[in-house]
């Protein structure tokens, strides 16, 4: 079954930069759009990324266009987020997901925490 595995979240200081990463498995990752989320606490998870099964189309909050990219390797089965001139609002759980026809209802992998702060 679907199973995503976030890493590289951390600490880091304003204006910075963080490079996720998550490995999928358990699907044919090439087939299916993937995206990237986040959650801050006391809120709700919002969009952040998505990226298109061959990586021809991408989209982007508002909140992010211009500093973070969105990238995947279908070889590897991996999606990633690039990450630049982090703010402190940026600090949250990030999470990636595939398409939800696919995925169990409900399931998230265990995310991985960004924080940005001085």
């Known amino acids: 079954q679907v199973q995503l595995v976030e890493s590289g979240g951390g600490l880091v200081q304003p204006g910075g930069s963080l490079r996720l990463s998550c490995a999928a498995s358990g699907f044919t990752f090439s087939r299916y759009f993937m995206s990237w989320y986040r959650q801050a606490p006391g809120k709700e998870r919002e969009f952040v990324a998505g990226i298109s099964s061959h990586g021809g189309f991408r989209n982007y909050a508002d909140s992010v266009k211009g500093r973070f990219t969105i990238s995947r390797d279908n070889a590897k089965n991996t999606v990633s987020l690039q990450m630049n001139s982090l703010k402190p609002e940026d600090t949250a759980v990030y999470y990636c997901?595939?398409?939800?026809?696919?995925?169990?209802?409900?399931?998230w992998g265990q995310g991985t925490q960004v924080t940005v702060s001085s």
């Open positions: 997901n595939t398409e939800e026809r696919i995925r169990p209802p409900g399931y």
